[in-house]
């Protein structure tokens, strides 16, 4: 083992790994290891780019989520009932029979609307999120 590595353990759903290895050979990773610690990379880079953000901002929040998980469609609308004086406008999609999107559309203070982005990263349901400011307020 390379000398500053640290071997971790990970339990993962069998399909989530299935769909990552499929990933992994079709980008061309030599190992798993590798595509985890770019995954890994990516999430890192990702926060540190959201805590550097500051002030008035407009942006939209993309989120995936699993509507059969029992609570996670009104926990959603309850967390953005909470944070109705930063969202301008929301869009909901059904994907699949299981699966649904929204496009939250925010306009606010950033500090506000990374409280939103974490209240609804952490609801169990959701699949994915994305954070994605369009522009600073004029």
């Known amino acids: 083992m390379e000398e500053g590595i640290t071997r971790i353990g990970v339990s993962l759903p069998k399909n ?7 990933i992994i050979k079709v980008r061309g990773y030599s ?32 989120i995936l989520y699993d509507h059969t998980i029992k609570g996670v469609s009104d926990a959603l609308i309850s967390i953005q009932h909470s944070f109705s004086d930063i969202i301008s406008s929301d869009m ?39 954070m994605i400011t369009a522009q600073k307020k004029i």
């Open 16 to 22: 989530l790994l299935e769909e990552f290895d499929a």
């Open 31 to 62: 190992s798993r290891s590798e595509a985890i610690r770019d995954a890994i990379r990516g999430y890192i880079s990702e926060y540190k780019w959201l805590e550097s953000e500051k002030g008035e901002v407009i942006g939209v929040l993309v």
């Open 92 to 130: 909901h999609l059904h994907l699949r029979e299981d699966q649904c999107l929204e496009v939250i559309v925010v306009k606010g203070n950033m500090e506000e609307i990374k409280n939103l982005v974490d209240k609804i990263s952490a609801t169990r349901g959701v699949l994915s999120h994305k």
